[in-house]
């Protein structure tokens, strides 16, 4: 696939847009290998992704010109990828490491496509894990006070490596609308999909007090109200009277991991569109 590209494209729905699209990679002699289209009745907007090639170089300059051509006529944006072009992935995270670890494995194994230059925690508990894997590591402790100047040194740090998709891992403070405004569309966090039914602290314990039958996880962008961004992805596992407080903890760790990872690669692989309070993913 060293000459596959990914094509991604959002519009206004409209007659034909299918058809152009198509038809520039049939002019130029490129195979699609994979196609996937969703038009939206509400939104009334119009999304695509195209697995093409390969193409006789890695450059696809002369696509520009169609391609925007084509998107002037449509009001379309469009973004067309090598696939194998990783995103630059600054991870997040506290004092709880399941996800952490779990992406770092992923990452380092092939099975998760992404680069990851560095992490950022606001306790220095796992600087040896970040260590490990050769991975820069950066303590940030956070306050009320220093909250703006911590964040605005996270913001530099995405500028310096290049950072295309921030993933907070278990990364318990809450972004403010500074932030989440500078990167819109770009962070991915993971909650536990007992909210807002089991808010604060404790949430598995709280939800073993009531007798719950299923837990689960949610995958979500983050935007400035609190755990209320678009959703890209939820799993569920059922639990019983007999688990306890802590056998709740490790499901809801796993689960909250594997719904994560998803999230990330599907992000990765170009699958992910925003769509107001929504999401498409191919």
Same mark, same amino acid.
């Given at each position: 696939?060293?000459?596959?590209?990914?094509?991604?494209?959002?519009? %206004?729905?409209?007659?034909?847009?299918?058809?152009?699209?198509?038809?520039?990679?049939? *002019?130029?002699?490129?195979?699609?290998? +994979? !196609?996937?289209?969703?038009?939206?009745?509400?939104?009334?907007?119009?999304?695509?992704?195209?697995?093409? =090639?390969?193409? %006789?170089?890695?450059?696809? &300059?002369? !696509? $520009?010109?169609?391609? +925007?051509?084509?998107?002037?006529?449509?009001?379309?944006?469009? +973004?067309? $990828? %090598?696939?194998?072009?990783?995103?630059?992935?600054?991870?997040?995270?506290?004092?709880? =490491?399941?996800?952490?670890?779990?992406?770092?494995?992923?990452?380092?194994? =092939?099975?998760?496509?992404?680069?990851?230059?560095?992490?950022?925690?606001?306790?220095?508990?796992?600087?040896?894990?970040?260590?490990?894997?050769?991975?820069?590591?950066?303590?940030? #402790?956070?306050? $009320? &006070?220093?909250?703006?100047?911590?964040?605005? *040194?996270?913001?530099? !740090?995405?500028?310096?490596? &290049?950072?295309? !998709?921030?993933?907070?891992? @278990?990364?318990?403070?809450?972004?403010? #609308?500074?932030?989440?405004?500078?990167?819109?569309? @770009?962070?991915?966090?993971?909650?536990?999909?007992?909210? %807002?039914?089991?808010?604060?602290?404790?949430?598995?314990?709280?939800?073993? &007090?009531?007798?719950?039958?299923?837990? =689960?996880?949610?995958?979500?962008?983050?935007?400035?109200?609190?755990?209320?961004?678009?959703?890209?992805?939820? *799993?569920?596992?059922?639990?019983?009277?007999?688990?306890?407080?802590?056998?709740?903890?490790?499901?809801?760790?796993?689960?909250?991991?594997?719904?994560?990872?998803?999230?990330?690669?599907?992000?990765?692989? $170009? *699958?992910?569109?925003?769509?107001?309070?929504?999401?498409?993913?191919?």
């Amino acid at each position: 696939m060293a000459n596959d590209h990914i094509l991604t494209l959002s519009c %206004p729905d409209k007659p034909g847009i299918v058809h152009a699209v198509t038809g520039i990679f049939a *002019r130029e002699g490129h195979n699609i290998l +994979d !196609l996937q289209q969703f038009s939206d009745p509400t939104s009334e907007k119009f999304f695509m992704r195209v697995h093409f =090639g390969p193409t %006789p170089t890695e450059s696809t &300059e002369h !696509l $520009r010109a169609p391609f +925007d051509a084509l998107a002037a006529e449509y009001a379309m944006a469009y +973004d067309i $990828r %090598p696939v194998t072009q990783k995103p630059r992935v600054l991870i997040m995270v506290s004092k709880i =490491g399941h996800c952490l670890n779990d992406l770092l494995f992923r990452a380092k194994t =092939g099975q998760l496509p992404i680069d990851i230059p560095l992490i950022v925690s606001n306790h220095p508990d796992f600087a040896p894990l970040a260590a490990s894997y050769g991975i820069e590591f950066h303590h940030l #402790p956070v306050s $009320r &006070e220093t909250k703006a100047a911590q964040e605005a *040194r996270v913001l530099d !740090l995405v500028r310096q490596h &290049e950072i295309e !998709l921030v993933v907070l891992a @278990r990364y318990m403070q809450v972004l403010s #609308p500074t932030f989440c405004e500078a990167m819109s569309g @770009r962070i991915i966090n993971i909650h536990h999909s007992f909210l %807002p039914s089991f808010k604060g602290a404790k949430p598995y314990h709280q939800a073993y &007090e009531r007798g719950v039958k299923i837990i =689960g996880a949610t995958a979500h962008f983050v935007t400035a109200d609190l755990d209320e961004g678009p959703i890209i992805e939820q *799993r569920v596992a059922r639990v019983n009277h007999s688990m306890s407080p802590k056998e709740l903890v490790d499901e809801g760790s796993n689960i909250e991991s594997q719904v994560l990872a998803a999230a990330v690669k599907w992000y990765a692989e $170009r *699958r992910v569109f925003l769509n107001g309070s929504k999401t498409v993913v191919f």
